[in-house]
């Protein structure tokens, strides 16, 4: 079964966001040197970033869209 064009659009949208999510946590390394409010700021917005792609992942869930993560 191939997936609607809304389908295609969202899981688009959350293959961006997982992306996202990846690259943000990587930057909670970098922010390790630089003290523990670059480490915070980084840890937050990673963690919305996360957030971000559970929501698309479980809108996509609904729709039946299996996504394995």
Not at 32 to 35: D, E, H, L, V
Not at 40 to 46: C, F, K, M, P, V
Not at 57 to 64: R, S, T, V
């Given at each position: 079964m191939s997936p609607t064009i809304a389908h295609a659009?969202?899981?688009a949208t959350f293959k961006r966001a997982e992306?996202?999510?990846?690259?943000?946590?990587g930057?909670?390394?970098a922010a390790?040197?630089?003290?523990p409010k670059a480490i915070?700021?980084?840890?937050?917005?990673?963690a919305k970033a996360a957030k971000r792609?559970?929501?698309f992942?479980?809108?996509?869930?609904?729709?039946?869209v299996d996504l394995k993560y």
């Open positions: 659009e969202l899981i992306a996202d999510a990846a690259h943000k946590f930057l909670i390394q390790a040197n630089k003290g915070q700021a980084a840890t937050e917005t990673a792609r559970d929501s992942a479980k809108n996509l869930g609904d729709l039946g």
